[in-house]
């Protein structure tokens, strides 16, 4: 009982606090996979660094 009113939510709140983190590093002209900066790379269409693919909207903005 002791585990579920007590270790648990810390252990879900550590988790949440984790993972958010993670989704704000993923922003629009970074990689994905690694974090690199993508913008003004040319025609190229995989990451310098880990070589994962991306892709160029019309705009110009990198999606991964």
Known sequence: ?????????????IWLLIYAAHKA???????????????DLGDRRACPECGF??????RGDVIS
């Open 1 to 13: 009982m002791f585990v579920l009113l007590v270790v648990l939510p810390i252990v879900l709140t």
């Open 25 to 39: 590093t993923h922003v629009v002209g970074r990689c994905k996979k690694c974090g690199y900066d993508l913008r």
């Open 53 to 58: 693919p991306f892709t160029v909207n019309r």
